[in-house]
């Protein structure tokens, strides 16, 4: 079955250190969403991109996060620098060109805790 | 925004049907109800979703007022494997999609 992976699975750092997660969309696929999850917040909309371009970024921290994709294989979330209050599951999304009349698909996360 | 609005959490006995619901009275002509499943430690998972008509897929039914201002979420024999929380969402609005996950409904099934 194609799958959203992201990389790392895990990743523990510390405060003012860069944090990057990777996100590798279902091939073909031209919408790409980010999101974060907290216990306090629940699931939170950062960016999402439509070939590629970024198409709102509104939930994002625009001092200390940056999200691209390099290419339509790939799409990044930094964070620099890092904070505590940045511990959370980072989940990345993809769709086809179809969405929102399709389903979006959900990679299994990055679990970023920063000390 | 076009929010929606579903009970923190529901029971179910393990194999009868659950219902859950979902009021969204805001919503626009253009606007898409999605459902969305999140089990413990995992990514969401998609359910079903839905215009103006009813729909139905191997996991579940939806079943969508004639006003849009409400729909539900029909899970016709519920399993542990069901316990979860479930989101309902409206991608918003021709041009934008976006998709904003609320707090959803924890659903428990008792065996």
């Known amino acids: 079955d194609a799958r959203v992976t992201q990389t790392p699975r895990h990743k523990v750092t510390e405060m003012g250190q860069e944090v990057t997660m990777r996100c590798q969309p279902i091939?073909?696929?031209?919408?790409v969403f980010w999101y974060r999850q907290t216990m306090m917040q629940g699931l939170e909309l950062l960016a999402y991109?439509?070939?590629?371009?970024?198409?709102?970024d509104s939930g994002m921290p625009k001092d200390r996060f940056s999200a691209e994709m390099p290419d339509a294989t790939l799409a990044t979330l930094k964070i620099q620098p890092s904070e505590p209050r940045d511990s959370a599951v980072y989940f990345c999304?993809?769709?086809?060109?179809?969405?929102?009349?399709?389903?979006?698909?959900f990679g299994s996360g990055t679990q970023l805790s920063v000390l | 925004d076009a929010k929606t609005t579903q009970p923190n959490s529901m029971e179910s006995n393990e194999e009868e049907p659950v219902h859950l619901p979902c009021n969204h009275s805001?919503?626009?002509?253009?606007?898409?109800i999605h459902w969305y499943r999140q089990l413990p430690s995992q990514g969401p998972e998609y359910v079903i979703h839905?215009?103006?008509s009813n729909v139905n897929n191997r996991m579940a039914s939806l079943a969508i007022a004639e006003d849009r201002k409400s729909s539900t979420l029909i899970l016709h024999r519920a399993t542990l494997r069901d316990a979860a929380v479930y989101y309902c969402?409206?991608?918003?609005?021709?041009?934008?999609?976006?998709?904003?996950f609320g707090k959803g409904t924890k659903l428990s099934v008792i065996p």
């Open positions: 999304a993809s769709g086809s060109s179809g969405f929102p009349n399709e389903k979006l698909f």
């Open positions: 091939l073909g696929h031209n919408t």
């Open positions: 991109f439509r070939n590629r371009a970024p198409l709102d």
């Open positions: 805001t919503i626009s002509g253009t606007d898409y």
């Open positions: 839905g215009l103006t």
């Open positions: 969402i409206l991608s918003i609005g021709a041009g934008s999609y976006q998709l904003t």
